[in-house]
């Protein structure tokens, strides 16, 4: 029994369609859950109410990295091993990313208009969340163009990798380019506490909702894609008898 | 590889080609901007390195898609992938040859057009060394992206899409150069940074262009 089991669509609509119906509640508890306990929280004595966009902000934030990271080793998957399921997951997780890319990008929007006093600002955070939100854009637009699907999915596959390349580049030029505004992690393993736990197990909670949210929504929109594959199979038979 | 390239510039240079159609609209461009911002010499002077970049690297994306596309559409791509030639050695011979007939053009016109953006006295060495690094990367880059759309329809919109993100890290450190430089400090820094990005991307990206080419040749 290994991983590379599930590369069989078969086998992965059957076990994702075991596992869906768990993801989704435990994403629907912990992400209502950790949202309301994140607003039922008391007002930060600098912050004031705005404190409670966190919990819609870093863990969508999160996601919008962890989604890219995850078409990054679902490409090279599909590269090497070329098994489809996995590149018609990297497609579904596109959509999924630049939907979160978009999600932090706002709520930090709304959340630095009080803040900072400014709706956007050229910061390396804010401006790296943009340029990884335009290689979203180009990457979906790329799956769009694309009609053969098997080329679509090598097409993406190499976008995805050189695109990688220059996304974190482009975090670390931006970092030379302008000297930021935007606070350090909120989260460190490395440096200890920095957060009261009245914030921050609201937060675990909160993250961990979205990352269950994430990963049914990309096997919601994988079955879909596996099932759209089938029919487009079927009705080209049917058109060639 | 040699005789590719001659070729092209042959194709580039004669009537028909295209060249020259990147300095027409880098000089649009540079007239433009005064248009938008107002006359003044200072603002024009504060601003005139970002300007410069970003222009030449629009001009530069103007002609991508005449990379691949003209030798698809007539069949001679099929040719060339069939050479003994490797098929990354095509895409590093044609990325050359726009950069012979796009970016070098750009890079000795640039003082000129600095000129008419006030750039300061000590920027235009800057700006001619920071684009005669930076500009071959913009070429790779374009060939890749060239690479990826080519056969496509609306694929030059899908072009700009693709390959503009890639040119950020190269349009941050060039026009940091510029800026450095401008106003009298050290630009060494970035440019050293930018000229790493050109190397690396000379150096690798040509295999993923060409990866991207035979998938389309499929």
């Known amino acids: 029994m290994s991983i590379w089991e599930y590369a069989n669509p078969v086998k992965f609509m059957r076990a994702s369609g075991a596992v869906l119906p768990w993801v989704v ?15 039922l929280t008391p007002d930060d004595f600098k ?6 966009i966190l919990f819609l902000h870093v863990p969508a934030a999160l996601m919008a990295i962890n989604c890219w990271m995850m078409m990054l080793v679902a490409s090279l998957i599909w590269i090497v091993r070329r098994h489809h399921v996995s590149a018609l997951a990297a497609k579904a997780a596109a959509p999924v990313g630049a939907v979160m890319t978009l999600i932090a990008l706002i709520t930090g929007a709304v959340w630095g208009q009080p803040m900072w006093g400014t709706w ?9 969340f943009l340029i990884l939100f335009l290689f979203y854009l180009g990457y979906i637009a790329l799956w769009e163009a694309v009609e053969d699907p098997d080329s679509a999915a090598d097409l993406t596959g190499v976008l995805c990798l050189v695109g990688s390349v220059f ?15 935007h606070q350090g992690a909120s989260l460190s393993v490395a440096s200890g506490e920095r957060m009261s736990a009245t914030y921050r197990y609201p937060l675990y909670l909160a993250m961990l909702g979205f990352f269950l949210l994430t990963v049914a929504l990309i096997l919601i929109r994988t079955r879909t894609e596996i099932r759209r594959r089938r029919l487009a199979a079927l009705l080209a038979r049917e058109n060639r008898a | 590889m040699k005789a590719l390239l001659i070729r092209d510039l042959r194709l580039a240079t004669r009537a028909g080609g295209g060249f020259g159609l990147a300095l027409a609209f880098f000089l649009i461009v540079c007239t433009l901007v005064p248009f938008g911002v107002g006359p003044q010499g200072g603002t024009l002077a504060l601003i005139a390195p970002g300007i410069l970049w970003v222009g030449a690297l629009l001009s530069c994306l103007l002609s991508l898609d005449r990379i691949f596309a003209l030798d698809h559409e007539d069949g001679s791509l099929d040719l060339l992938a069939t050479a ?4 990354e050695g095509v895409v590093a011979s044609k990325a050359l040859a726009h950069w012979l007939t796009t970016g070098l053009p750009l890079v000795l016109a640039a003082p000129v057009f600095g000129i008419l953006l006030h750039l300061p006295g000590p920027g235009y060495v800057w700006l001619v060394l920071s684009l005669a690094l930076g500009t071959p990367a913009l070429s790779v880059l374009g060939a890749f992206g060239a690479a990826v759309t080519v056969g496509l329809r609306r694929g030059g919109l899908l072009l700009s899409l693709l390959v503009l993100p890639l040119y950020i890290p190269t349009l941050i450190f060039g026009a940091e150069a510029v800026r450095r430089g401008a106003a009298g400090l050290d630009p060494w820094t970035p440019l050293v940074f930018l000229a790493a990005i050109t190397l690396a991307v000379l150096a690798l990206v040509p295999f993923a262009a060409a990866s991207a080419l035979r998938v389309n040749l499929r």
């Open chain 1, 25 to 39: 509640g435990g994403a629907a508890i912990c992400t209502l859950g950790g949202l309301i306990w994140g607003f």
């Open chain 1, 47 to 52: 912050q004031g109410s705005t404190v409670k």
């Open chain 1, 120 to 128: 956007w600002e050229w910061d390396p955070r804010l401006t790296s």
């Open chain 1, 167 to 181: 996304a974190l580049l482009s975090r670390y030029a931006v970092l030379f380019w302008n000297q930021g505004l």
């Open chain 2, 84 to 87: 003994p030639l490797p098929l």
